[in-house]
């Protein structure tokens, strides 16, 4: 079981650029979240998926889409990067939105935005 | 006030000591509380969970909770240079809040 995989590991972009950061679980989890990590700022939600088909926002949503291709996966995108947008992204997921406060986290993505 | 708050410390506490890390949050009808670690550079990893007033013990590690007073707390006894990490308190009422996390150095 790799648990939560996500890629690329680390991204560089410029203002302007769009990129998808792709989410995966091997789990059978039926949740899914994507969070940012910035310092001083502790994890913050951008948007969840309860279940295959239905995606939320969470705390800190614009400037990002979601997808929730299929149960496994669950795509991030950056339409139009911003330097505001330079942080850590950490996928997680979940066996049941009931049971969102036990997740299962992926390594994370470093992106910067120049 | 934040919703949860953690001293981002550093804690630091000789190797083999009792390490005591405490949160406490603001909304009183929150339901279920957690702690995650994460090492410097790595992802979060659930390490706890407690549901109910009192102690839950788990190896080396108790998490307290106290819903009257609203604060949760993680005991790591025979702390070892390994705990050395980022612990992060989250809270679920509804929506899951995470504090900014306590770092711990054990020193041995």
């Known amino acids: 079981n790799a648990g939560v995989t996500q890629t690329p590991k680390f991204q560089v972009l410029k203002t302007g650029q769009s990129m998808t950061l792709q989410c995966a679980q091997d789990?059978?989890?039926?949740?899914m979240y994507w969070y940012r990590q910035d310092p001083g700022m502790g994890l913050r939600l951008i948007y969840y998926?309860?279940?295959?088909?239905?995606?939320d926002k969470g705390e800190v949503p614009n400037g990002y889409n979601v997808s929730r291709l299929n149960k496994r996966e669950f795509s991030l995108r950056l339409e139009s990067a911003a330097p505001s947008q330079t942080s850590v992204y950490f996928c997680?997921?979940?066996?049941?939105?009931?049971?969102?406060?036990?997740?299962?986290f992926g390594p994370g993505t470093r992106l910067t935005v120049t | 006030q934040k919703e949860v708050e953690q001293n981002s410390g550093p804690l630091s506490v000789p190797e083999g000591a009792i390490a005591s890390l405490n949160c406490t949050y603001s909304?009183?009808?929150?339901?279920?509380f957690f702690w995650y670690r994460q090492y410097s550079g790595k992802s979060p990893e659930l390490i706890m969970s407690?549901?109910?007033?009192g102690d839950k013990e788990d190896g080396r590690f108790t998490a307290q909770l106290n819903k009257a007073s609203q604060y949760v707390s993680l005991l790591i006894r025979d702390s070892q240079p390994s705990d050395s990490a980022t612990y992060l308190c989250?809270?679920?009422?509804?929506?899951?809040?995470f504090g900014q996390g306590t770092i711990l150095t054990v020193h041995p």
């Open positions: 989250a809270v679920k009422n509804g929506k899951l809040t």
């Open positions: 407690i549901y109910s007033n």
């Open positions: 998926s309860a279940s295959e088909g239905t995606t």
């Open positions: 789990m059978n989890h039926n949740s």
């Open positions: 909304d009183r009808v929150s339901q279920s």
């Open positions: 997680a997921s979940s066996l049941l939105e009931e049971w969102y406060g036990e997740q299962y």
